[in-house]
């Protein structure tokens, strides 16, 4: 997951928390509850859209914890691939399998002595959280094809970009593990929840691109109007962005047309986080998608091309199916299929290079 880096250090102030700005009440409510989580070794689990800032928080959560002089581990459970993440993770002994010519630490031995981030952790394998959840109960590692269990001493913050609880209720996250991590929740809120913090954001990053291109450059009131009208599918990080390519592109006073926005009422809201699935304009009654009974209300919004799964389909072959239809739809463009399944682009690419070996033709023709 990329970083907004918005400020070097780790310091308190009526508006900032570390990397962290908040005027509105829902960011107010996040330093809230961070400054309670830090100090403790409680395990915390942040849910938010992305590019809200998740791993800004678990990264203000280790530097405000008596863990900060240990390392932080950070690891996108999305962005590996399955036959490498129990590796990842746990680690593996020399021999254990082809390619495994030394010994190899996991990254729950690496942040020993730290904080390990889970980034979306719904996204990892079923097979793979039973086994974390051992670790968790246990605090030992078994490394992949070890004999020894290892202690460890790491606190966990995990994360998610969709409500947890419909993760478990889609079956991608074990209820078991989904009460395990969730001893301390931490929403954040989503970009279009926090109000004129907008400005405040964009002329922040807009000061930030003066400074560093010894420039002079403004919003103009329309602009303003319409950072505040658009709805931020993309967050933070897009609205970094967008200030970033429009202050390259105006000459002094910064235009709508320069932000490169797409137009609001073809944009596709993610429906978590109390957001409501927000989408304009909708589809016409012959695109909707039948989706086979455990398939999520997100999932079956999803599309907008006819899709059915019919009983007996594996979970595998019909998650195959959705995605696949899903980036047709969207003709070929992953950032806004990934925004409608309600995943991040990596784990989007990570599936589509699983796919690629066995139904080429379609992750090829849909991947411009």
Not at 239 to 247: D, P, S, T, Y
Request: net charge negative; aromatic share 4%; hydrophobic share 40%.
């Amino acid at each position: 997951m990329d970083t907004l880096t918005v400020v070097e250090d780790i310091a308190e102030s009526e508006i900032w928390l570390g990397p962290l700005m908040g005027v509105s009440d829902g960011m107010r409510e996040v330093f809230r509850l961070i400054r309670k989580a830090a100090p403790t070794e409680i395990t915390v689990l942040i849910e938010g859209e992305s590019g809200s800032g998740k791993e800004l928080a678990a990264q203000t959560i280790h530097a405000l914890s008596q863990r900060a002089q240990g390392p932080l581990c950070a690891v996108n459970c999305g962005a590996i691939a399955e036959n490498l993440i129990a590796s990842e993770l746990f680690g593996h002994e020399r021999g254990s399998f082809t390619g495994a010519t030394r010994d190899h630490r996991g990254y729950f031995e690496r942040a020993s002595g730290g904080t390990l981030f889970l980034d979306e952790i719904a996204e990892m394998p079923l097979d793979l959280q039973s086994s974390l959840l051992r670790v968790l109960e246990t605090g030992r590692v078994l490394r992949v094809g070890g004999s020894e269990e290892i202690p460890i001493d790491v606190r966990i913050i995990a994360a998610t970009n969709r409500p947890a609880l419909e993760a478990v209720r889609s079956g991608r996250l074990r209820e078991d593990l989904y009460y395990r991590l969730r001893v301390f929740p931490i929403r954040m809120p989503p970009l279009r929840e926090r109000g004129d913090e907008i400005l405040v954001l964009a002329r922040h990053f807009l000061a930030r691109s003066n400074v560093d291109h010894a420039a002079g450059k403004q919003l103009s009131p329309a602009t303003e109007q319409a950072l505040l009208a658009y709805p931020w599918p993309g967050n933070v990080r897009e609205l970094k962005n967008a200030i970033e390519r429009a202050a390259l592109l105006a000459e002094t006073s910064i235009c709508p047309a320069d932000l490169g926005l797409e137009n609001p009422a073809a944009v596709a809201l993610p429906g978590g986080n109390g957001g409501g699935d927000r989408r304009a304009p909708a589809p016409a009654a012959g695109s909707a998608m039948e989706a086979r009974a455990g398939t999520s209300a997100m999932e079956a919004r999803a599309g907008t091309s006819a899709m059915e799964a019919r009983a007996g389909t594996s979970l595998r072959e019909a998650e195959k199916q959705l995605i696949l239809d899903t980036l047709g739809a969207c003709g070929g463009n992953k950032q806004q299929a990934a925004q409608q399944l309600g995943v991040s682009l990596k784990t989007l690419y990570n599936k589509l290079k699983s796919y690629a070996g066995n139904d080429g033709d379609r992750p090829d023709g849909a991947a411009q």
